[in-house]
Every structure is written in structure tokens, then in C-alpha cells.
């Protein structure tokens, strides 16, 4: 039976330091983020979602109450697998991580998450769905890497942790999943080992 999940990012986030904010409390949608995420939940009002998701981190519960409000009254949940990448870099400059071209998994201590650890969380999430909504369609608020990890699983692709330099070889038409874009998995059948459909969509 068929299923599909829509992954949004969520919107631009407040961040006037510019650093990696990663599971730091705080930091909300900018103006910007907030238009954003009125903007995909434009989009999604044409769908027959039967329930939100969310991360818990406050950027992704605020883009997932606009969704909420723009449509009819939606089971929704926090759901911690699709929290934001548990990682030392967290309070850095942006700019350090651009150094390194934005790579926040290698040399990091065992306590933190590797490449591996974020991608079997989005797979864990995207396998729930399927058994939760059979022939249904949800949407759910999540983070750039659990995006990008997702959409290289569904190509049958392995995790790697240089995500910009591949997005546009899986039909992301930005160098990464923007904030409050739309990344659509869509199965066929109940068939563990099929492998999704996706499209990507930057709405606003």
C-alpha cells in the first residue's frame, strides 16, 4: 500500500551571530522564516495530510504550528528522531564550518552523532510512517542533514558527510535542502526494500 511524507525543513531561523545553532535552546524563525512557513503550508493545504510530526526544537515546533493553523485540525506529535544533529559544533561560528565545508562529523568524540547515527534516525522515522499511515500522507518538520541524508538513502546511495557537493545529483535544485523546502517521499506498495520516489519543492 502506498505512503507518502513530506520532509520540511524549517524556516530561516533569528540568528544574528551567525553560528551553528544545532540543539541550542532559543532560537526561533525570523520574520523571513516565519513568511516561509506560510509558504509551504500554502502548498500542503492541497494535501490530504493525516498528521503533522515535528522535531523538538523550537524552530521546527513554531514552522509546525503555522502548517497547523493553515489547515484543518491534524493529530500532531514531537517525535526526538527527528531532532537536530547532536554535535560539538554547536555555539561555532558558521564560519569555522564553512572552513571545513560544512563537514561536522569527522574527528568528533564517540559521545556525538556520526553521519550514520542521523541518517538511521530519518530512516527509522520514514520506516514508522509507513507502518503508522498505510495508503496515508504526513507531513513533518525535521532539519537540513536528516533531509539530505534521506534523500541520498532513497537513491539506494551510502551517508557521506559532504552533503553540498552531492544535492544536485538527487534532483535538489539548491546546493542543500533550503529552509522550508518541501522533500517528498512517496512508496508504491509495503515492500521494505523499495525504495522511494522524491521531488523537491522550495515553495515561497
Request: charged share 20%; net charge negative; glycine share 8%.
Given at each position: 500500500?502506498?505512503?507518502?511524507?513530506?520532509?520540511?525543513?524549517?524556516?530561516?531561523?533569528?540568528?544574528p551571530?551567525?553560528?551553528?545553532?544545532?540543539?541550542?535552546?532559543?532560537?526561533?524563525?525570523?520574520?523571513?522564516?516565519?513568511?516561509?512557513?506560510?509558504?509551504?503550508?500554502?502548498?500542503?493545504?492541497?494535501?490530504?495530510?493525516?498528521?503533522?510530526?515535528?522535531?523538538?526544537?523550537?524552530?521546527?515546533?513554531?514552522?509546525?504550528?503555522?502548517?497547523?493553523a493553515?489547515?484543518a485540525?491534524?493529530?500532531?506529535?514531537?517525535?526526538?528522531?527527528?531532532?537536530?544533529?547532536?554535535?560539538?559544533?554547536?555555539g561555532?561560528?558558521l564560519?569555522?564550518?564553512?572552513?571545513?565545508?560544512?563537514?561536522?562529523?569527522?574527528?568528533?568524540?564517540?559521545?556525538?552523532?556520526?553521519?550514520?547515527?542521523?541518517?538511521?534516525?530519518?530512516?527509522?522515522?520514514?520506516?514508522?510512517?509507513?507502518?503508522?499511515?498505510?495508503?496515508?500522507?504526513?507531513?513533518?518538520?525535521?532539519?537540513?542533514?536528516?533531509?539530505?541524508?534521506?534523500?541520498?538513502?532513497?537513491?539506494?546511495?551510502?551517508?557521506?558527510?559532504?552533503?553540498?557537493a552531492?544535492?544536485?545529483?538527487?534532483?535538489?535544485?539548491?546546493?542543500?535542502?533550503?529552509?522550508?523546502?518541501?522533500?517528498?517521499?512517496?512508496?508504491?506498495?509495503?515492500d521494505?526494500?523499495?525504495?522511494?520516489?522524491?521531488?523537491?519543492?522550495?515553495?515561497?
Open positions: 500500500m502506498s505512503c507518502t511524507v513530506h520532509l520540511v525543513r524549517h524556516g530561516e531561523v533569528h540568528n551571530q551567525h553560528v551553528m545553532y544545532g540543539r541550542l535552546p532559543g532560537f526561533r524563525l525570523s520574520v523571513r522564516g516565519q513568511e516561509q512557513a506560510r509558504s509551504a503550508a500554502s502548498w500542503l493545504q492541497g494535501r490530504p495530510l493525516n498528521a503533522l510530526y515535528s522535531s523538538p526544537m523550537q524552530r521546527a515546533r513554531e514552522t509546525v504550528a503555522i502548517l497547523a493553515a489547515g485540525s491534524l493529530p500532531l506529535e514531537v517525535d526526538e528522531r527527528l531532532n537536530e544533529v547532536y554535535t560539538p559544533w554547536q561555532r561560528p564560519l569555522d564550518l564553512l572552513k571545513r565545508d560544512w563537514d561536522m562529523y569527522s574527528g568528533n568524540g564517540p559521545e556525538f552523532e556520526q553521519a550514520e547515527d542521523v541518517a538511521r534516525r530519518g530512516q527509522d522515522f520514514l520506516a514508522a510512517m509507513r507502518c503508522a499511515w498505510p495508503g496515508g500522507e504526513v507531513a513533518a518538520v525535521t532539519h537540513g542533514d536528516i533531509i539530505a541524508f534521506s534523500i541520498v538513502l532513497a537513491a539506494g546511495d551510502p551517508p557521506e558527510v559532504k552533503l553540498k552531492h544535492m544536485p545529483n538527487y534532483g535538489v535544485s539548491d546546493d542543500y535542502p533550503e529552509t522550508a523546502s518541501i522533500n517528498t517521499f512517496h512508496w508504491r506498495t509495503e521494505p526494500e523499495e525504495l522511494p520516489s522524491f521531488t523537491y519543492l522550495r515553495p515561497w
